[in-house]
């Protein structure tokens, strides 16, 4: 008989033949092999989601599989795998480690003398966008230079637009460059609360010791030092012992230190590093989010259901994770292959009713009605400009407010090669800069789709 993962890969040639693609693509291919016990296959899952969805609508057809690549009755069993957990349903913050990742990379609180870094925020899980480049790049120059570069970094922007997660990369790239170096990452609240025993219990030396002579300290939320006049002082004194013998001080804040409530001294040294913000994700910076999200957990989506998410969630990174959950979620527990309208009526409350979806279909049906156009012509073989011009657009709305890649643009214009999608894509572009007519088209059909 097979070992595990050759009896699976043969199973799995099988269901290429009786399930969909879709769903095959979407949960049956990310199971992985465990192990034999008895007659039962033991396949590993991410959640309890995917065990139920599996059970439920998958069970019939794997055992079956199962039992004619070995030539025997064999069941699948569907196991919470944690050594693979991935962390797109939220797994618990501690277990979703990479195996791939050495365990010493782990911060310990207790070595720390701070809180405990989370191993999903890494530089590697960071997606790069026009909205955080700079913050990234500030941020990687800490973790490579600490001490010599500009002191204090400090990263300010909305709710959920990555500080915090930037933050913790920066002390899991140091502790994995510098393992002699002291990390201490902390919040605000923390300190604050350390502050409060320190005096309550006159134990102020136990605190100096954990934050003055840490290499590197890293303090999440200040804004929450403002109207906190004695853990202001404390705090002071910490980043001014640390910056005089240049130990690196990494802050997040919601506020640009500028408007902040709080001391002058206090205020002209976060001032006086680097300020960096992070702005709100641009619809590719969105898509790119959800991913990474999506592969690091072994499941491909439609383009066209990350396009609905990209959609309906624009400013909050957080709110992006939670949207594309509740669209897996809706698919697994209604059985229903995770499609565009899936995800539409899984975000119903986000998505605006008035306002039809913004589809490929949309799009072409808008351009094709401005230029007087059957909405067929768009995508047939027609190369006279008056149905080329009008294509192009579409095409470039496509990308622009879809933000669908060149290949499924190409599919959806007629079956057309990706390199012309990228022309036309260009074409406009730079027309929509020299051209005000160009520019007036767009402008007149953005607001129509955006109505
Ligand atoms: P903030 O501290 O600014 O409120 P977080 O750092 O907690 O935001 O980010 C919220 C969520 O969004 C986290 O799960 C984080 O991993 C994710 N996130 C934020 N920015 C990015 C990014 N650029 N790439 C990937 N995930 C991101
Ligand atoms: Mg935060």
Sequence with gaps: MADPTGL????LAGLE?????DQLATWIAPLRPLGRDGAALVLGVNNELQKTYLAKH????IDAALGAAAGEPVRARFEI???????????PEAVALSATRPRSARSSALEDGGLTLNP????ETFVVGKNNEFAHAAALGVAERQGRSHNPLFLYGGVGLGKTHLLHAIGHAVKASFPGKQVVYTTTEKFTNDVIKGIRDQSMHLLRKRYRHADLLLVDDIQFLQGKESTQEEFFHTINDLMAVQHHIVLTSDTHPKDFKVEDRLRSRFQGGLVADLQAPDVETRTAILKKKTESDGISLPEEVLAVIAEAVQSNIRELEGALNRVLALAATTGRPPTGEVAREALRDLISISRPPRTFDRVQEVVARRFSLDVALLSERTRTDA???PRQMAMYLCREMLGASYVLIGDKFGGRDHSTVMHAYDKIRRLKDTDPETRAHLDEIRRVLDA
Aim: net charge positive; glycine share 10%.
């Design 8 to 11: 699976w890969r043969a199973a």
């Design 81 to 91: 795998d944690q050594a693979g957990q991935s962390v797109l349903f939220g797994a």
């Design 387 to 389: 149905i080329a011009y």
């Design 58 to 61: 998958c069970q019939g057809v």
């Design 17 to 21: 033949k009786t399930v969909s693609r």
């Design 120 to 123: 999903r925020y890494q530089f």
